[in-house]
Nanobody, 123 residues
């Protein structure tokens, strides 16, 4: 399994922007689909966005479309989530995720997770 470490979370106001980063260890990073999930207190973990191994395909949850952008830099073994126009509903612990599956079928493909980084958006 790859080792994933998230960073960049914090406390911001509604309407602000924030960029989360995920650093991955291992030599197979460039072969993995990567994704971002979030989990608010008392709620199930929710899919946010995913990106294919070569960055050619991206998938967004409806809540993220138009506001969030997922990207990756395979040369640096990093992935980012640029979050704009943040809302209080975006408050959650955000997790970096990875899957070794060659063909992505959906959020349930992800099984490897980072430790999470807290994002809090005040109203």
């Amino acid at each position: 399994q790859v080792q994933l470490v998230e960073s960049g979370g914090g406390l911001v106001q509604a309407g602000d922007s924030l960029r989360l980063s995920c650093a991955a260890s291992g030599r197979t990073f460039s072969s993995y689909w990567m994704g971002w999930f979030r989990q608010a207190p008392g709620k199930e973990r929710q899919f946010v966005a995913a990106i294919s191994a070569n960055g050619g395909n991206t998938v967004y949850a409806n809540s993220a479309k138009g506001r969030f952008t997922i990207a990756r830099d395979n040369a640096k073994n990093t992935m980012t989530l640029q979050m704009n126009s943040l809302k209080p509903e975006d408050t959650a612990v955000y997790y970096c995720a990875a899957t070794s599956k060659t063909y992505y079928t959906g959020p349930t493909d992800f099984r490897s997770w980072g430790q999470g980084t807290q994002v809090t958006v005040s109203s």
